[in-house]
Structure formats: structure tokens, C-alpha cells
């Protein structure tokens, strides 16, 4: 089973500031989906972003963006200009071509200071 | 559409009670998916409808665990004779075909078994 890396329990960042979430993660295949989650403290999950492996170009959604290293397996996001709404729980997640299941990474807790 | 909705939002049984938790989709979603999250992890997948067959299921979903989506509309899951260790979030998200990879998650069902 593939499995999702986070390394970071817990980050901060100041807002206006940039801050970059870690995550890798173990696969044999080479067609897969890889999402961003955030799950503020009302606990919705809310995709941020997506980014299917077989696209070089990184993917972006306003002030996220992606740092997808296929060769490393790692996919990092990045929050540009945080605000205080930023802060929440951010989970990698994985998802093979082949299946239907996200598998997720334990998550990083984002703390974003005025 | 407002989404994915779950209910309730809480439920709390006496061990060794039968729950039962309910799931409306986006409507025109045809991928339905329960996923469970315990505390300070990621969520878990459980289960996947594809309209109304069940197609995959994990390991996770023991013999006490039993998910429908009649007519490929609004899923339930139940769990018979409920542990201590059921205790948990109960997340169900769904998704287009049209679209891969796009999951909407609903607000989830927290469980505590007493």
C-alpha cells in the first residue's frame, strides 16, 4: 500500500509571510493523483490542490502552489501572503489511477500569527 | 446543492448499540466513499459506491460494519455492536467520474461509543 509522509506535526507562520508544507510519499507506480487538504477546526475537509503525476507543470490555485518532484516523491505546498483563515490542518493525500481510495498522511497543524 | 450533508452530527451509543449514520452526496456525484478519522491522524478509507455497487472496501470495515447506497442516491453505514475503538469521526465524500480526482467531503458524523 502506498503510504503519505508528513513530517511536520505542527507549523507557524506570520501573516503576509510564505510558509512550506512537507510532504513524500512511497509508491511503485507512475500514474497517480496527489491533493492537498485543509481541515479548518469545523473539521470540513476542503481540497486546496491537485496535481496528476503524468503533468510536469506544478500546479496553482491563487496563493497555493506546488513543488512536485516525481523522481523524489515529494509534493510540497506552498501558502504565499498567509492569513489568519489559512490556519487548520493540512493533509497530503494520495491516490493511485487504478483505485478510488485517498490514503493521507497524518497531517500538518498550521498556526498562522497576526 | 449545498454540498455533501451527514447525519447527525453527534451521536453518542452505549457499547454494544447499533448505529446507523446517513450520507446525502452532491447530487449529480455518482462516487460516494466513507472515510473514518481518529484523533491527531488522517482520515481512513472505508468504503466506495460507484452508483449503488459497492466496489471496494478496506480492511478496516469489519464484519460489524455494513455500508448501502440504494439506488445510488443518499448511502448509510452501520456498525453493529459497537466498541469503545469505533469512537471516531465518520466522513463520507463523494465525486464525479467526469472529474477525476475532485472529492467533496461532508462535515462528518462524530461517534463516541460510552
Known amino acids: 500500500a502506498q503510504t503519505v509522509t508528513q513530517s511536520q506535526p505542527e507549523m507557524s507562520v506570520q501573516e503576509a509571510e510564505t510558509v512550506t508544507l512537507s510532504c513524500t510519499y512511497d509508491t511503485s507506480e507512475s500514474d497517480y493523483y496527489l491533493f492537498w487538504y485543509k481541515q479548518p477546526p469545523s473539521r470540513q475537509m476542503i481540497l486546496v490542490i491537485r496535481q496528476e503525476a503524468y503533468k510536469q507543470q506544478n500546479a496553482t490555485e491563487n496563493r497555493f502552489s506546488v513543488n512536485f518532484q516525481k523522481a523524489a516523491k515529494s509534493f510540497s505546498l506552498k501558502i504565499s501572503d498567509s492569513q489568519l483563515g489559512d490556519a487548520a490542518m493540512y493533509f497530503c493525500?494520495?491516490?493511485?489511477?487504478?483505485?478510488?481510495?485517498?490514503?493521507f498522511g497524518k497531517g500538518t497543524s498550521l498556526l498562522v500569527t497576526p | 446543492d449545498t454540498g455533501v450533508s451527514q447525519n447527525p452530527r453527534h451521536k453518542i451509543t452505549k457499547r454494544g448499540q447499533n448505529v446507523t449514520f446517513r450520507c446525502d452526496p452532491i447530487?449529480?456525484?455518482?462516487?460516494l466513499y466513507w472515510y473514518r478519522q481518529t484523533l491527531g491522524q488522517g482520515p481512513e478509507f472505508l468504503t466506495y459506491?460507484?452508483?449503488?455497487?459497492?466496489?471496494?472496501k478496506s480492511r478496516l470495515l469489519s464484519d460489524r460494519f455494513s455500508a448501502e447506497r440504494p439506488k445510488g442516491s443518499f448511502s448509510t453505514l452501520e456498525i453493529q455492536r459497537t466498541e469503545q475503538g469505533d469512537s471516531a469521526m465518520y466522513l463520507c465524500?463523494?465525486?464525479?467520474?467526469?472529474?477525476?480526482?475532485?472529492?467533496?467531503f461532508g462535515s462528518g458524523t462524530r461517534l463516541t461509543v460510552v
Open positions: 493525500a494520495y491516490r493511485s489511477r487504478l483505485a478510488y481510495a485517498l490514503n
Open positions: 465524500a463523494s465525486s464525479s467520474s467526469d472529474r477525476e480526482g475532485g472529492y467533496t
Open positions: 459506491f460507484q452508483n449503488e455497487a459497492q466496489l471496494e
Open positions: 447530487s449529480e456525484h455518482n462516487r
